[in-house]
């Protein structure tokens, strides 16, 4: 199966701030990676999938990028509810695997 | 609007079962499948299993073949996901998600259930 690796783990900044999210597969998932929010308490929400597409709903601040092994969520600047953690999620290959998640809190 | 309604928290003895289950509506419940992915606590996301609302076609998770088995009742638009000889390691939030008709489809998983916390306990 396909393993996705996420870094950092931890990102520490301030509202305002652009967040720049790293996800890395262990095989190539040509342009099929999601990227999903999560809030404590919360099922996922879908940001973005086929590695660039907004999800209805979706601020315009959110964007992804990358295709094959190497994909970027990027939050141009980070609002109050942005801090949560952030799973990338393969289903080029199945099963289907995420990340083990990256946590952005406020520093 | 399309909504995923799942049963509620259980706790369990180890070596025990559990079903949950999760009603659909707002779509025609036998045009998708259902995911299910589980989440232990402080943990990730683990997708575990996709069953087909229209023919009740199933793919696992190595991990969970044998002993984990999903079900449709397409009367009711309701999934239900069994999962049997629990373990401690078991205790999760359990969540079913609409997922596309077909194994293997690169659809992106758009709708979840409320998830269903599972605790495994003596």
């Known amino acids: 199966e396909i393993v996705l690796t996420q870094s950092p783990a931890t990102l520490s900044l301030s509202p305002g701030e652009r967040a720049t999210l790293s996800c890395r597969a262990s095989q190539s998932v040509s342009y099929y990676l999601v990227w999903y929010q999560q809030k404590p308490g919360q099922a996922p929400r879908l940001l973005i999938y086929d590695a660039s597409t907004t999800a209805p709903g979706i601020p315009a601040r959110f964007s992804g990028s990358g295709s094959g092994t190497d994909f970027t969520l990027t939050i141009s600047s980070l609002e109050p509810e942005d801090f949560a953690v952030y799973y990338c999620?393969?289903?080029?290959?199945?099963?289907?695997?995420f990340g083990q998640g990256t946590k952005v809190e406020i520093k | 609007q399309v909504q995923l309604v799942q049963s509620g928290a259980e706790v369990k003895k180890p070596g025990a079962s559990v079903k949950v289950s999760c009603r659909a509506s707002g779509y025609t419940f036998t045009s998708y499948g259902i995911s299910w992915v589980r989440q232990a606590p402080g943990q990730g996301l683990e997708w575990m299993a996709w069953i087909s609302a229209y023919n009740g076609n199933t793919n696992y998770a190595q991990k969970f073949l044998g002993r984990v088995t999903m079900t449709t009742d397409t009367s009711t638009s309701t999934a239900y996901m069994e999962l049997r000889s629990l373990k401690y390691d078991d205790t999760a939030v359990y969540y079913c998600a609409r997922d596309s008709i077909r194994v293997g489809a690169t659809n992106p998983v758009y709708y979840w259930g409320q998830g269903t916390p599972i605790t495994v306990s003596s």
């Open positions: 999620h393969q289903r080029s290959n199945w099963p289907p695997t």
